[in-house]
């Protein structure tokens, strides 16, 4: 923690948030000062005190009320990655689809303003899809702010030079009646103008869809739209299938930190790993395996591995190179094999599509997905613990699914191998998701 205030500015950044909120490090202020400016700025002189250490924090804003008793944090440059690593991120150079909560509390950069973080990811440009509550319309801009359901954020949506362009396009002058064509090019282009003005201007309570770059005004979030248009949406069959996609990019991408590899050598091998899982995981498809020990999968895996040269009986003399002699007696290839089944199958068991229920020298292992054991005791489950009053709002828990499911079917059973076994409830209909980690009985 700094402990001075040189120290503070040269490597933190102090930001204002209010009490309900909650950072990684919490600095209360216990003594302003105020210093007014002829404009709406004013100086703000602080005391910020926090496990026994205190120091004198200097700040300006724009807003009038004061900060007494407010919380402050600070965020260091060491919880973000470098920026010379943001490129090799796919969510940096892609429109993330993230909730307008977790865009109005998700951290700014230290670095590059106008660059934020959610779980490590650098987040530029955001896709936002919701209803329009508010709207106030400038020379150049309409700014629309919109409701997805977890909140509200302003899209500013810049008008075009088409927009501003007063009066009817310019007249041509008129051919003989007897040569005039049936297709009226000007009233055409100006039906066009006017669907495309319609498109571009929404009125409170309808849909808007915005993509582009988010950066921080007056202590507000805002989006900086670079295409937006109105979405046509009558059944609310947009917004309900944004609401089923989202959740799934949370899971598979947003909730899952980005983490790069320490060894850039090892590439080839994490490659054939994953080539190795995938090869088990359709054959297991396929021919809708329930159960298997490994030695009948192994001759699946043969194709990938390399044998290892071999040495030739005439050139086993005194002037042999004792390097070769090196790189012969290196791994077999059953041995390379064994070792890349055992690698698969760790691979397959992080997913979730494999387990162990009983851990013993007889390597016995399920396939998740066809254990109609395991897929009728977490059924049981969910239907026995619904009806208690505790879930009966919202359903139960995935953490309380799977400390029943451990009890009582087997200890070894995975979250993630739990995950699979409620998504492919949820696609029999056998149970319905009522959040992101609740579920209950279909009825």
Known sequence: MPQSVQETRGAC??????????????????????????????????HLENKGHTFLCLFKTTFPMSARGYVFFLMSQEDEPP???????????????????????IRESCQVPGIFFYNSHPIYKVDVLGTVVCKRERDDFFCYGVDDGTGVINCLCWKNEKWRESGDPPVAPRAPAQSEPGLNALAELKKLREAQRRSSQLEIG?????????????????????????????????????????????????????????????????????????????????????????????DLLQPLVCSLPQAKPGDQGPQKDPSAQAIVAGPSAGQQLRQLLKESLQVLQDQGAVYRKVKSQDELYHVTEQDKDLLIAVKDVIREDSKREKYAEKGCHVLHVLSAVRQRYSPNISKEALELVLRTLECNSDVISTTTNHYTMFS
């Open 206 to 298: 309808e849909t808007l869809r915005a993509r582009g770059p988010m950066k921080t005004s007056r202590q507000q979030r805002e989006v900086m739209a670079s295409t937006f248009y109105k979405v046509n949406d009558p059944v609310m069959a947009e917004q309900i299938a944004w609401m089923m996609e989202v959740p799934d990019l949370y899971r598979k991408c947003y909730d899952k930190p980005f983490q790069l590899q320490a060894n850039s050598t090892s590439g080839p091998t994490v490659g054939r790993v994953n080539r190795a899982a995938q090869i088990l995981k359709d054959f297991l498809k396929e021919k809708t395996v329930t159960k298997f020990r490994p030695y009948d999968v192994l």
């Open 83 to 105: 920026s010379t690593l943001w490129g090799l991120d796919p969510i940096f150079s892609a429109f993330s689809r993230l909730y307008i909560k977790d865009l109005l509390q």
């Open 13 to 46: 950044d102090v930001f204002f948030i209010s009490r309900k909120q909650r950072g990684k490090c919490l600095w209360r202020a216990t003594f302003i000062r105020e210093k007014p400016n002829r404009s709406r700025t004013c100086l703000r002189y602080l």
